[in-house]
Each structure stands twice: as structure tokens, then as C-alpha cells.
């Protein structure tokens, strides 16, 4: 039974006042004491553990386990040392906390009583919302795929002459640089890179495995063939493992010089086989044409990164 | 222990996820409460002002981050990029031109919302800081449209901001530090571009969402005011919820609101004047139509000279937002019926009217200039 707050409090000699406040324990959440305004015409409030309540008589009346000499031992409350509920937030307090006179309750206005319309009005709510915000949907996706997929480009660019490669079988960094012409923006120039090794016949045959390599465009039509014994193969600069750009390294388990990716460690050979590391494929080699002067011309492709396959981006 | 396994199945995943974050968060007592506040006198479409504004606003934020996507704020790319999103993305005149035609449907619903409250005399005692932080937005607003206008950087965009700093300028002592202050310099350039759009996108937004909080909060722990006439026990019957009628009708002015602006932007496109430069050419710079009345109050000859200048473009309009801020404070009676407020139905008349008739003479004034 819970006791009302204001609820008569008897020791076994006499009644010796009523309860006006209780003190919860913020980690148990029980009432740990009670706090009872003396009756005796001062008004003074002293603090009761819950351990000397014997008796919840009734609703109106608590029995105490002492007498009332005892109970004017209680400490007095300081009430500066408290808070109410209303100033602290003590997460689930209320939970199980029943303290008269209990529920507070409001009548609910006659207009919302026995709504049978509630779950019409929710749907249609939730139909207009839907109404507003589905035509957006594929307007909005379009607007944001705009570059997203552009044509590939199969312009020729020069990258230099053949004559700096002067060993076989030893990657030789050329850079060249490229117009670059984005939605709105003035054309740019951008500087990229790409390796070229002069290969010997054994190091042809592990890039090209004895076939031609066929390049196409967007619609499946080969735009170059780069042939199976041609010595000059030319590498993307872009590591095809997360692309990273990777450098010719002699290293101490590699003295001959192997390609090394410095972002995961990606070895590559001269020609562009996978050694050690994480990297899914060979390095990719690009259309490369070179004229009768030496001068050499490749076509920037560009493939993503960390997969098996060469699927081309650019 | 195979309890009741009828019971536990019966929950389906939904709810059980449902009921998992209600234990830890409270949502279904956040979502009653915010749901059941009470509406003396029932739901009203006069009340939907609020609502819909929110709504705008948040379509302004998602139509606004679209154009961010493209947009460059640079005094040789803005031009471009703005003609880009018009002309080569895909939906992007529609954006464009929604966000364009939100903000005039922003200024519109302000002005309605605000009359609403005038009107029904919901700025008095206990809701005078609902109509303070309200007042506040208010100016936020016309910020809004104010420093969004110059972002495309065409003649159109070049020549308001050069008027409006410099009726700025006017204000007697920050004056001067404040024009300069948005130009980023004695003339307007990248530096002007550049604080606009930090205004426009960062700041005015985080502050409007701000001040739009303390609005909602003020307003619930004021309760709505609800009508001007009746007994309590005739307003007690009218009384329902918030959800589910008075929303109905909020959801039903959104979808119109919404319709309107969609077709405003299908019939009238925007479409860019030449990039902007400091020969105006054959232009002739006019402010946002919202703008055009205090526009036009600046051409009547006792406007004229430095004193006139600073009476129309500074002292008189913020003398009326003074005069705003101070109302619920001078205009303490608890009347709140508009029929029995005779010089507040009379303000309210000779303002709106002003402002008509000096927008529709601006409008006329065109003609002149031709």
C-alpha cells in the first residue's frame, strides 16, 4: 500500500506528525526516508529512514518503530543539501516511483475522443510527405550524376623520346602534361606521369602473353592495337592496387630494380607482374605509339584501382 | 524455456526495434508530447503560417546543398557555374529556380505569418518573446534574400548589393564599418562574393535554425493563443490535438505551398542578366520585388540628400522594427479581438497598403524608364 504524502505519523506512544516530503535514492530509486513535519506546533521536519517505518497502517497513517522520545532524535532536514525532481534529471526515476496522489490526469478533449479518422489522417499525412518528396527523387539523382560518367578520351599525347632509354628491362619515368577541361571550368593543364622499359623478347612475352593487346573505346571499337613485339612498353603511373603513384626502386632482395608502390608496398617486375603485396593485377599498360624518330605518343588511360579486371575509367 | 512463444511473435521486428530505442530514448513520450499539444479552439488554416515556413525553409537547406554541388563563389567562376546548373545539369533550372521562387514564397509566408499573429493579438503577454525571436527571423530572412541575390553574379545580382551596401553605409557611426565589412573592401568584388556566401550558407542558416528553435520552444511553453473570441467552455469543446487535424491541415498547405512553387518555376525560369561588371549598360538595377517598396521610398523627393537619404533608407524603417519590438511592451491591454483594436486593424491597413501601392508604383515607374 503506498501512503499518501501527507499521511498521519504515529510512533507506538502518540502520533507525532505527517509526512511532507519523501528522499529517493538516485541509484536504487527507492525511498530511502521520509521526511515528517512535526506536529508539535514548531513544524520542524526531521528525516526517517525507511528502516524505522514498522507499519503502513493505511493510506492516512504510517506506525513507527520508535517511540517519540527516539523520534525527536531524528537529524532535522537541511534542505539545502536536496534537490526536487524538477531541478535534476535522474534518467527513469519515475519509473517505479508511486507516490500519492499518483497519476496525474487531464481530460482528453471531446473532439479527440473515439478519433476513427486517426489512422486516415496518419496515412493521408504520410501520403502527402510522399507526394513532396518522391517526384524529387530521380530530378535530384540526375542533377547530382551530371559528371559522373563522361565519354572516354582517346586523344594522343607525347611524352618524349625513346633515346633516354638506355637499358633493357629498367622502368624510366616520363612526364607529360595534358589539357583538362572540366563542366565550367577554363581548359587546365595537369601534369601525369607514366614508365616506359625498353623490354627484352623474354620480358615482351610475360606482358603480352603472345597476343596483340586491343584497346576499344565506349562503344566496343578498337581504337589501337599495341603489338606482341614491340620493345617499348609504356606503364600508367597509377598503381592498380588503390592508386598510388610507384616508383623504379633497386631494393636489397631486388638489386636487378623492381617497381615499387611506396603507399602498400605493391612490387611489381619490369614487366609489371605482381611480385609481392597486396595488388590485384599487373600494372597497366597503356597504347603507346612510336614514330620512326623515336617520339613517343600514348593514349591516357586510366583504369580503377583494386580490382582483377582492367575496367577503364578514362 | 519455451514461455509463450505466441506473445513474444507477435511483436514483429519493427516494433521490438522500436520499443529497444524507446527504452533508452523515451521517443514515444518526445513523440505524444509533441503531438498531443492541445489547440484552443480547435485546428484553423489560419494557422498553418508557421508550419509552412518551416517546411519552405527546409526545402530551401536541400535545394540550397543541391546547388552547392556546382555552385563555385568566385568572381570568374560564379557567372559560369550558375549558367552551368541552368544551362548543362540535368533538373538544374528546375533547382534552381525553386530555390529562387522559395524565398519569395519565404517573404510571402513571413508577412502572413506575422499578420496572423498581429492580427489575433498573439504577440501580447505571455508571448512577447515568441514575437521578439520571431521579429529576429524576420530580419534573417530578408538577410537571406538580400546576400542569395548576388551569388549568381550577374547585373542583377552586381547592381542590388551595390545599392543595398551602400543604403547600408547610411547608418549613422557602424555604417561605414559595415559596408565594407560584407564588400571585404571600399568596392565590390571576390572578397563581397566570398562574405555573402559564408553568410548566406553558413551563417544565416545556423543561425535561422537556432532562432527557429527558440521560436518552436518559446511557443510550447506558452501554449498556442488560440482564437480572439469565445467562452472558455465553448473553446474547451473546440479543442483537439495538435496531430491529427490541425497537422492535416499544415500537410495540405505544404503540398499547395509546394504546387505553387513548383509551377512558378516551370512558367518563370530563372534566367541570368550578362555576368556582372560595373557598367550597368541598358540595365537598370532594381532590387527582389520584396525590396521594391523601400526601393521606391528612396525616390520621393523628401528622401533626397544626405539627411532625406537617412531618414527613408535607415531611420524610418528601423525606427518601424523599433516600434515592432516594442509592441507587445506598449500595447499591454489584454483585448485581443482585432475588431475591438481599432488602431491596430488601421496600422495594419495603412502598412500593407503603403507597401502595395509603393510596390506597384515602383512597378509602374518601369514603364518610365524604357
Request: with cysteine; aromatic share 12%.
Amino acid at each position: 500500500m503506498q501512503p499518501k504524502l501527507t499521511a498521519k505519523v504515529r510512533c507506538a506512544d502518540k502520533e507525532v506528525g505527517r509526512v511532507s516530503k519523501v528522499i529517493v535514492d538516485p541509484i536504487s530509486h527507492e525511498v530511502s526516508h521520509l521526511v515528517v513535519c512535526e506536529s508539535n506546533g514548531h513544524g520542524n521536519e526531521r528525516q526517517v529512514p525507511m528502516s524505522h517505518v514498522r507499519e503502513v497502517l493505511n493510506e492516512e497513517e504510517i506506525l513507527l518503530g520508535c517511540s517519540s522520545n527516539e523520534f525527536i532524535q531524528f537529524p532535522a532536514i537541511d534542505r539545502d543539501q536536496y534537490v526536487t525532481i524538477k531541478e535534476v534529471e535522474i534518467a527513469h526515476l519515475e519509473d517505479h516511483l508511486h507516490v500519492e496522489p499518483g497519476e496525474i490526469l487531464v481530460p482528453l478533449p471531446t473532439l479527440e475522443q473515439g478519433v476513427p479518422r486517426r489512422t486516415f489522417f496518419n496515412n493521408m499525412t504520410h501520403a502527402i510527405g510522399t507526394l513532396i518528396a518522391l517526384p524529387l527523387v530521380f530530378p535530384v539523382l540526375k542533377y547530382l550524376m551530371k559528371p559522373m560518367y563522361k565519354p572516354f578520351d582517346n586523344a594522343w599525347f607525347s611524352v618524349g623520346n625513346v633515346k633516354r632509354v638506355k637499358k633493357e628491362n629498367i622502368g624510366y619515368q616520363f612526364k607529360f602534361t595534358r589539357g583538362f577541361k572540366e563542366a565550367f571550368m577554363p581548359e587546365q593543364n595537369i601534369e601525369k606521369n607514366i614508365w616506359v622499359v625498353k623490354a627484352t623478347p623474354e620480358v615482351q612475352k610475360a606482358v603480352y602473353e603472345g597476343k596483340d593487346k586491343k584497346f576499344h573505346d565506349d562503344a566496343g571499337d578498337v581504337v589501337w592495337v599495341n603489338k606482341r613485339n614491340s620493345p617499348y612498353i609504356g606503364f600508367s603511373g597509377k598503381c592498380p592496387h588503390l592508386g598510388c603513384g610507384y616508383k623504379w626502386r633497386r631494393t636489397k632482395n631486388f638489386p636487378d630494380g623492381v617497381f615499387l608502390c611506396p603507399c602498400h608496398l605493391s612490387i611489381y617486375d619490369e614487366a609489371g607482374k605482381v611480385l609481392d603485396g597486396p595488388a590485384p593485377r599487373a600494372l597497366d599498360v597503356l597504347p603507346l605509339d612510336v614514330n620512326a624518330a623515336g617520339e613517343m605518343k600514348i593514349i591516357d588511360v586510366e583504369y580503377k584501382a583494386g580490382v582483377k579486371n582492367q575496367i577503364r575509367l578514362l | 524455456m519455451n514461455e509463450n512463444p505466441e506473445t513474444a511473435n507477435q511483436q514483429s521486428a519493427f516494433e521490438k526495434v522500436v520499443d529497444f530505442v524507446d527504452q533508452r530514448v523515451g521517443l514515444k513520450t518526445l513523440q505524444a508530447k509533441m503531438l498531443n499539444e492541445p489547440v484552443p479552439g480547435g485546428s484553423r488554416w489560419a494557422y498553418t503560417f508557421g508550419s509552412v515556413l518551416l517546411f519552405i525553409f527546409i526545402l530551401q537547406v536541400v535545394t540550397g546543398i543541391l546547388l552547392m554541388f556546382y555552385y563555385v563563389p568566385s568572381t570568374d567562376h560564379a557567372y559560369a557555374s550558375t549558367q552551368y546548373i541552368i544551362h548543362e545539369v540535368d533538373y538544374g533550372w528546375f533547382l534552381l529556380s525553386y530555390h529562387f521562387w522559395g524565398s519569395s514564397a519565404m517573404v510571402v509566408m513571413v508577412f502572413a505569418h506575422m499578420s496572423q499573429v498581429f492580427l489575433w493579438g498573439a504577440y501580447k503577454k505571455p508571448r512577447e518573446l515568441i514575437w521578439l525571436v520571431g521579429l529576429a527571423l524576420f530580419g534573417i530572412v530578408m538577410a537571406f534574400g538580400f546576400t542569395g541575390y548576388l551569388l549568381p553574379w550577374d547585373q542583377r545580382a552586381y547592381w542590388a548589393t551595390v545599392v543595398g551596401v551602400e543604403i547600408m553605409d547610411k547608418t549613422p557611426l557602424l555604417g561605414d564599418f559595415m559596408a565594407r565589412f560584407l564588400k571585404g573592401g571600399p568596392t565590390p568584388g571576390q572578397m563581397t562574393i566570398s562574405r555573402f556566401f559564408v553568410i548566406h550558407v553558413m551563417i544565416l542558416p545556423a543561425t535561422l535554425m537556432g532562432l527557429a528553435g527558440l521560436h518552436i520552444f518559446l511557443f510550447r511553453k506558452a501554449g498556442p493563443a488560440g482564437p480572439f473570441r469565445g467562452t472558455p467552455d465553448e473553446l474547451k469543446a473546440k479543442t483537439d490535438y495538435f496531430f491529427p487535424r490541425q497537422i492535416w491541415k499544415d500537410m495540405v498547405a505544404m503540398a499547395s505551398v509546394f504546387l505553387i512553387i513548383c509551377s512558378l518555376a516551370f512558367v518563370e525560369p530563372v534566367v541570368l542578366l550578362e555576368e556582372a561588371t560595373p557598367d550597368p549598360g541598358d540595365y537598370h538595377p532594381e532590387p527582389e520585388w520584396y525590396f521594391l517598396f523601400l526601393f521606391q521610398l528612396l525616390r520621393l523627393k523628401m528622401f533626397g540628400g544626405e539627411f532625406g537619404q537617412f531618414l527613408g533608407a535607415i531611420a524610418i524603417p528601423g525606427a518601424f522594427m523599433a516600434l515592432l519590438a516594442a509592441l507587445p511592451f506598449l500595447d499591454t491591454s489584454k483585448e485581443r479581438d482585432i475588431f475591438k483594436r481599432p488602431i491596430a486593424l488601421i496600422s495594419w491597413i495603412v502598412i500593407m497598403v503603403g507597401i502595395l501601392l509603393f510596390t506597384v508604383s515602383a512597378i509602374i515607374n518601369r514603364e518610365f524608364l524604357h
